[in-house]
């Protein structure tokens, strides 16, 4: 059975940094497709990042170019989601996703990925 377990949000100051930490188990860790997305209140679900573990690619979504980083560690099977010069539109629950033979022009949708995790908050401060 596939499990993903989020952890790492809080509540950070703009310009601040978060790590987030995705621990996964019940999975092939080096052959699944790992993304990160967000949701904010009144929103639509928004892709935020994603790593190929089988090919390597990694994407970012638009407003996080530059300021995020998706990494793995495949000794703890965990993805991690490093977040630097966070801003207030940041602010969103954060969800780990992930499933097998994600081809690479679907990485960016949600509905690619079969297996969530329960979700961690993150709120940037003004």
């Known amino acids: 059975q596939v499990q993903l377990v989020e952890s790492g949000g809080g509540l950070v100051q703009a310009g601040g940094s978060l790590r987030l930490s995705c621990a996964a188990s019940?999975?092939?860790?080096?052959?699944?497709?790992m993304a990160w997305f967000r949701q904010a209140p009144g929103k639509e679900r928004e892709f935020v990042a994603v790593?190929?573990?089988?090919?390597?690619?990694?994407f970012y979504g638009d407003s996080m170019k530059g300021r995020f980083i998706i990494s793995k560690d495949n000794a703890k099977n965990t993805v991690i989601l490093e977040m630097n010069n966070l801003k207030p539109e940041d602010t969103a629950v954060y969800y780990c996703?992930?499933?097998?033979?994600?081809?690479?022009?679907?990485?960016?949708?949600?509905?690619?990925?079969?297996?969530w995790g329960q979700g961690t908050q993150v709120t940037v401060s003004s």
């Open positions: 996703a992930s499933d097998a033979g994600v081809i690479v022009s679907q990485m960016r949708s949600q509905k690619a990925y079969k297996h």
């Open positions: 019940g999975v092939s860790f080096t052959r699944y497709t």
């Open positions: 790593r190929s573990q089988r090919t390597g690619s990694i």
